[in-house]
């Protein structure tokens, strides 16, 4: 057997999310579906990232131990029996250690925001049509940079040990009819990206002060972050391990 990195891109908009679940249409049912068909057998894929119904990736990885011989020359193959939505960007032979998820180092996310109606954008930018002030997003965004506890923006019901996360970087840019958050951190709470939005724009309309945001995060709540920021504008970005991949 020899375990392989398999690095996918998607459009999640028509998917219940990036990880095999019962009765759902995900990114790993339908990867894993090809493989069935290409190789008559059944190999379950590892995910790195669990993202949500609707993200969407333009980069991911699963890994696989597999016995197909030259599996590594399939891609092609594999590419033609997934739909249209889904494409497999590179399959790569790591060590037999080498963990999708668990060797990751960090994961960086962007989350897109259109303030004009734009058909061309509808599926991958959030239309908000609210006057913002860039520099007090950015504000916010730069006390990120110095906080540990991110239990505020964590979905509740969450499986994790720590709520703790080291962000990296936390920026807003222009980027033509976009305006764009990007975040690095060496992990990622459930919900935490679109809270973060979500709480960030309301400085930015002037909803809240600054302080009221310091307060959101130092009081570990999350029923007083937002969390209603849609799954349209995110997307995983980039996944980071120690080694190599191609």
């Not at 759902?24 to 290409?38: D, F, G, H, N, R």
């Not at 809240?208 to 970005?237: H, V, W, Y």
């Amino acid at each position: 057997m020899q375990r392989y990195f398999l690095e996918v891109a998607y459009k999640g908009t028509h998917y219940s999310g990036f990880q095999v679940q019962q009765n759902a249409v995900t990114i790993q049912s339908k990867v894993e579906y090809a493989m069935q068909v290409l190789f008559k057998n059944k190999y379950p894929l590892a995910c790195s990232s669990r993202t949500d119904a609707g993200v969407h990736a333009r980069q991911n990885f699963f890994h696989v131990d597999i016995d197909v011989p030259a599996f590594e020359r399939k891609m092609y193959n594999l590419n033609a029996l997934l739909p249209h939505d889904i494409v497999l960007k590179s399959i790569v032979p790591v060590a037999p250690d080498a963990h999708a998820r668990f060797s990751a180092t960090h994961r960086q996310y962007k989350y897109y925001i259109t303030k004009q109606k734009n058909p061309f954008l509808t599926e991958t930018a959030w239309f908000y049509p609210y006057k913002l002030q860039v520099d007090l997003l950015q504000a916010a965004a730069d006390i990120l940079l110095n906080q540990t506890d991110f239990t505020s923006f964590s979905k509740r019901h969450t499986q994790v040990k720590t709520f703790f996360c080291q962000i990296d970087t936390a920026q807003w840019t222009e980027h033509e009819d976009c305006l764009v958050f990007t975040v690095k951190a060496n992990r990622f709470l459930r919900g935490m990206v679109r809270a973060l939005v979500g709480t960030m724009l309301l400085v930015g309309r002037g909803s809240i002060d600054m302080n009221r945001f310091i307060e959101i995060i130092e009081q570990k709540d999350c029923t007083q972050a937002n969390f209603s920021t849609p799954a349209t504008g995110l997307f995983l970005e980039q996944v980071i391990y120690p080694f190599p991949l191609g």
